[in-house]
């Protein structure tokens, strides 16, 4: 593995990170969910598509080159919401749509999730089907050119604002896993009704809420792979979702280390600046480390996905380290900023509550600690 950056690497995560600190200034932490106009934004940013072929207007990077880049994004934006937001959209929708998608399909929905003109669902949680979902009650029946689709998600993220919805069925109730489709359903669709968006602890400018499909008709050349594939294809976003999504949480502790050690480096207490308090500096240099134990094994999980290895184990290792990291390092910053982190317009307890659920999307800490076991041969 090679720790050098080419020159043209440097300059694109540069030119983000200063392009991303333009358009969403330092400090913004807003309550709603995002506009059209930021998501178009990041669409000519080239973010909604950097991983995708650049003949649907993608950027056609490898997982580490989009890692970095939504590094960037997640340093730059302090609206952690709108960079998980982007990040569903790309990992856990458009990707199955460009690996497992027909020709008409990619050509049909991608240029529009690049540029930003669409926006994309990721439907699979359901009220019994969180961490397990090896049986899902959403079911999709073979009739006449398609199926029709009945049931409902119950956590949809960027649902209620989502133009397509990708989402996975029970096609065959008898055969397990192998039962499992995944389906491309526009969400104007006859049929699919969008519930009001959550009143969530965090990330609050990421829309989440309940799809409903009620004899919903999706035609046959909205499967993705073919019938029965949708646990492998699931599988295969997710693990660009727990490498490349993290990513952004890993800008955000890189943030939370500047941000903190320039708030200890300026504050004074007792005639001494914060930074000469031991207990102080330690936390801030714990908080370093767990960026750089998350960085490094966000690299490695991503380089290995580049030269088509399985990568289960870093990928878990990945996930652990940068959704605890950010929890532990953003309670870090509120603690260091005293009052004032406690406070809603400094921002710093925006940052808690954005971590937090970094834990249980995705598969839970707990469900990663499960996978490196397997991995480990426990």
């Not at 720790?3 to 400090?27: I, K, M, N, S, Y």
């Not at 730059?76 to 027909?102: I, K």
């Not at 949480?249 to 708030?263: I, K, Q, S």
Request: negative net charge.
């Amino acid at each position: 593995m090679d720790f050098g950056w080419t020159a043209d690497q440097e300059g694109r995560h540069r030119e983000t990170l200063e392009a991303v600190r333009r358009a969403f200034p330092t400090g913004r932490v807003p309550q709603e969910p995002f506009s059209r106009m930021d998501w178009m934004t990041l669409g000519r940013l080239g973010l909604l598509g950097a991983c995708l072929p650049d003949k649907y207007g993608g950027l056609g990077l490898g997982a580490l080159d989009t890692a970095r880049l939504y590094e960037a994004l997640g340093e730059g934006c302090s609206d952690t919401g709108l960079v998980f937001a982007a990040s569903a959209h790309l990992f856990a929708c458009a990707v199955p749509v460009a690996e497992f998608g027909s020709d008409d399909l990619k050509f049909r929905w991608l240029p529009g999730i690049c540029s930003g003109e669409l926006i994309a669902g990721n439907a699979m949680t359901e009220t019994d089907a969180g961490s397990d979902v090896s049986k899902l009650l959403l079911t999709a029946t073979p009739v006449d050119g398609g199926y029709l689709v009945n049931g409902e998600k119950s956590f949809v993220s960027n649902g209620p604002a989502a133009d397509l919805f990708v989402t996975y069925a029970t096609t065959d109730p008898e055969a397990g896993h192998l039962g499992q489709t995944a389906l491309v359903v526009p969400a104007a669709t006859a049929g699919v009704r969008v519930g009001e968006p959550f009143d969530k602890m965090g990330l609050r400018s990421t829309p989440a809420g309940a799809v409903t499909f009620t004899d919903c008709f999706v035609p046959a050349d909205h499967v993705l792979g073919v019938p029965g594939m949708g646990a492998t294809i699931f599988q295969h976003s997710m693990g660009w979702e727990r490498a490349c999504l993290f990513a952004g949480y890993v800008g955000m502790m890189a943030r939370l280390v500047e941000r903190t050690a320039e708030h200890a480096r300026t504050r004074r207490q007792f005639g001494r600046r914060l930074a000469d308090f031991q207990a102080v500096s330690h936390r801030i240099v714990d908080m370093a480390m767990r960026l750089e134990t998350a960085r490094l094994l966000l690299y490695r999980a991503c380089w290995e996905m580049d030269q088509g290895r399985p990568a289960r184990l870093p990928v878990a290792l990945s996930k652990l380290a940068a959704s605890e990291g950010a929890v532990a390092s953003a309670l870090d910053a509120v603690r260091i900023f005293g009052g004032r982190g406690f406070l809603v317009d400094a921002g710093v307890e925006a940052e808690l509550r954005n971590a937090v659920p970094s834990v249980l999307f995705s598969g839970t800490s707990e469900i990663q600690k499960e996978l490196v076991a397997k991995e480990l041969g426990l």
